[in-house]
């Protein structure tokens, strides 16, 4: 209690010091938390379509000409059944492992589109989706079921909006049917993945929900959904000729003409271009954690030397250096607490968080070593002349 005591006098005498050292520890821990936040969500990224590329992946390409686009679309009420046909023969075909996500934006929350998202089970286990709030969706969520609720995963902009264990009425964008749809889960902060067809972008589900595509529900879909479904399903199998006889499938039916190709071109310039994104951010993050460094230890000097008479008083009356150094420590540990917040408030309870707070532990202790070692060395002539 008597080291808060004096940690809080030396708030109230050196305040505009330590206003000046709060502010620059907030400034460090925001820019390592967001630095650490972008590194861990490329990572992520990477592992995940690093994995497709190990995979025996393929994707069909769509070399259908704009006339011919145009005439099947212009008559999407005749093609409409061929289509779901095409859909229903790939779910039906021998293939180990198929993903599939479409989307269509629905709406704006706070200036930022909406999207509603509808994917299938293998597309959450491709890109590591899971739930830190409710639960991820089970194999009895992928059957139509009978009582016509919906289970839907919200993304974490959205958790206010739509509460977990609540059900809300929901306007199908594909089809316009209303739906009863009840939440079941929310996704963590920043949660995302990319598509394998348009590596380009990191698409993050923040502002969408997910409701999942459902076996037996081919017949409800519309023709833009049966469309997106069978356009970005990405293929896992040794057996390329079970992709080559959809592209035959879809020929016979006189719909689009796809050429069967494998994503790893693309995969291989993600991949490389994931290394150097992340080398470059690394790079930020040691040139914030040294100049951090220089300018936190100079502060902390000029705390010790407003001190130092008070502490040369200290030490002659018999104290120990210990305390001091508990005094400065509890002070650094009030401050970085403080400064963490705003990380906190920015980044959430992450692991980049649990990085940050790692990072600012270390960061004090280390700038704390160099003037305390110089204050323990100084001789006690020299300590009585600094502190007068």
């Not at 000046?20 to 490329?42: E, R, Y």
């Not at 400065?328 to 403080?338: D, G, H, R, S």
Request: net charge neutral; glycine share 6%.
């Amino acid at each position: 209690m008597k080291q808060l005591k004096y940690v809080f006098s030396d708030f109230v005498r050196n305040k505009r010091v330590n206003l000046f050292f709060l502010i620059q520890m907030i400034v460090v821990f925001l820019l390592v938390g967001l630095s650490a936040n972008s590194i861990i969500s490329t990572m992520k990224g990477y592992r995940a379509v690093a994995a497709i590329r190990n995979a025996q992946a393929y994707i069909l390409s769509d070399s259908t000409s704009d006339d011919r686009f145009h005439e099947i679309f212009e008559a999407s009420d005749e093609n409409e059944p061929k289509l779901r046909e095409l859909l229903s023969f790939i779910k039906e075909r021998n293939i180990e492992k198929t993903y599939s996500q479409y989307s269509y934006p629905v709406d704006q929350f706070n200036g930022m589109p909406v999207f509603q998202y509808t994917a299938n089970r293998s597309f959450f286990e491709v890109f590591g989706l899971t739930c830190n709030q409710g639960s991820d969706f089970t194999e009895n969520d992928y059957v139509l079921g009978t009582d016509g609720t919906i289970p839907i995963i919200v993304g974490y902009g959205l958790r206010t909006t739509y509460s977990l264990g609540e059900t809300y009425p929901i306007r199908d964008a594909g089809t316009g049917m209303d739906l009863h749809c009840k939440v079941i889960g929310i996704l963590p902060r920043g949660a995302s993945f990319y598509d394998i067809h348009n590596l380009s972008n990191e698409i993050n589900l923040d502002h969408s929900y997910i409701k999942p595509m459902q076996d037996g529900n081919i017949e409800s879909m519309s023709f833009s959904d049966v469309d997106m479904a069978i356009s970005s399903t990405v293929f896992f199998t040794n057996n390329v000729d079970e992709v080559r006889s959809v592209q035959q499938k879809s020929k016979e039916l006189g719909l689009f003409d796809y050429k069967v190709s494998t994503p790893q071109e693309r995969i291989q310039w993600f991949v490389e271009h994931m290394k150097e994104r992340n080398l470059f951010l690394l790079s930020i993050a040691t040139i914030i954690v040294i100049f951090a460094a220089i300018g936190m230890s100079a502060n902390l000097s000029m705390i010790i030397s407003k001190n130092m008479r008070e502490y040369s008083i200290h030490i002659l009356c018999g104290g120990r250096y210990i305390d001091i150094y508990k005094r400065l420590f509890m002070q650094m540990l009030i401050l970085m607490l403080i400064a963490l917040v705003p990380t906190a408030i920015s980044i959430g309870l992450s692991t980049s968080l649990f990085v940050t707070a790692i990072f600012a532990v270390m960061i004090s202790v280390a700038i704390m070593t160099t003037p305390i070692i110089k204050l323990y060395a100084m001789p006690i002539n020299r300590l009585l002349k600094e502190g007068i």
